[in-house]
């Protein structure tokens, strides 16, 4: 799928392919203090809720998310979120995550939820903007002793909200995987 661009290149999101997973993991160490292995990308290889966003080429951004059985109420569960630093501030990050809520909408998930470091103003900023609630304090969450918030988004509220975006082609649902990754 392509987006229209407010300027400069046109961005296209879609499904992740092996041969970005080496862009997507610099970008992820340059983002991330605690980052994912290589290994822990080359595993979602193939889930639908693994998306980059391309600009001009280039891999500048990706969202891993996939979906839990829960009694009847899948649960999605938004597990990496990054965009390359020169590319941020620009909306990106809010396409890719309303990119992947789409996808769990697709998929049945009822609600949605991720941590993020209690001192992750930009992060923190932009799911509060999208609806996500802070629902628990995880104190020594991250190896370097910072506190995980979770957050959880009702995923009929933010449609109702219409904050969804309109899926001109919405990603497959993201299949169900147990890999237990955390997030910063
Ligand atoms: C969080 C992140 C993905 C945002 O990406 P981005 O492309 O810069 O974000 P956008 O341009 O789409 O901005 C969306 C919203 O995020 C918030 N935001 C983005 N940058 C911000 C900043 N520096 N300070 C405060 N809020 C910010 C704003 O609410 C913004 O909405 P607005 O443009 O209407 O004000 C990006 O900063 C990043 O990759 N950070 C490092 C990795 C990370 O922390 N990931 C999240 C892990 S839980």
New binding site residues.
């Given amino acids: 799928m392509t987006t229209t661009p407010v300027d400069g290149p046109p961005l296209s999101i879609r499904q992740v392919e092996r041969a970005d997973l080496l862009d997507v993991f610099r970008?992820e160490k340059t983002?991330?203090s605690q980052p994912w292995p290589y290994t822990a990308f080359e595993s979602f290889l193939g889930e639908p809720g693994f998306l980059v966003a391309e600009r001009d080429g280039v891999v500048v951004?990706y969202v891993v998310s996939d979906t839990v059985p829960n009694y009847g109420r899948d649960i999605g569960h938004?597990k990496?979120?990054?965009?390359?630093?020169d590319?941020?501030?620009?909306?990106?990050?809010?396409?890719?995550?309303e990119r992947a809520l789409v996808g769990l909408v697709f998929a049945g998930a009822a609600l949605v939820k991720?941590?993020?470091?209690e001192s992750?103003?930009?992060?923190?900023?932009?799911?509060?903007?999208e609806g996500f609630e802070p629902t628990q304090r995880v104190p020594r969450y991250y190896q370097d002793g910072e506190a995980a918030l979770v957050m959880v988004l009702d995923l009929d509220d933010w449609q109702r909200q219409a904050r969804a975006p309109d899926p001109d082609g919405p990603a497959d649902p993201p299949a169900d995987d147990p890999d237990p990754t955390t997030?910063?």
């Fill in positions: 970008i983002c991330f951004g938004i990496d979120l990054a965009v390359h630093p590319h941020r501030g620009d909306g990106l990050g809010r396409q890719l995550l991720l941590e993020v470091r992750n103003s930009p992060a923190l900023a932009l799911y509060r903007d997030r910063e």
